[in-house]
């Protein structure tokens, strides 16, 4: 599987990469670690087309009203539920 620098020497894995290009990263909890890479690895690695799955559509945290999805549209990330994955990620 193919993996991206990002920072000094840390390393991304995607969760899935796709033939078009597409990558997908599934998540269930969507960890503060985790939103913070993300920025990182898009910020060193602009034409990436990463896009997210998860679970549900949780909130950030007990205290937040921030959705993932809301996180997502504010970062111009692609996002969905599981299982409704639109079709055209996949082809």
Not at 66 to 87: E, V
């Amino acid at each position: 599987s193919k993996s991206y620098k990002y920072v000094l020497e840390s390393k991304y894995t995607p969760d899935f990469f796709l033939r078009n290009g597409v990558i997908i990263e599934a998540k269930g909890f969507f960890k503060p670690a985790d939103r913070r890479k993300t920025l990182a690895v898009i910020k060193q690695n602009p034409d990436l087309d990463i896009r997210f799955v998860f679970q549900r559509n949780n909130t950030l945290s007990k205290n937040s009203k921030t959705t993932y999805g809301d996180w997502c549209d504010k970062h111009n990330l692609p996002w969905c539920i599981y299982p409704n994955i639109p079709q055209s990620w996949l082809s």
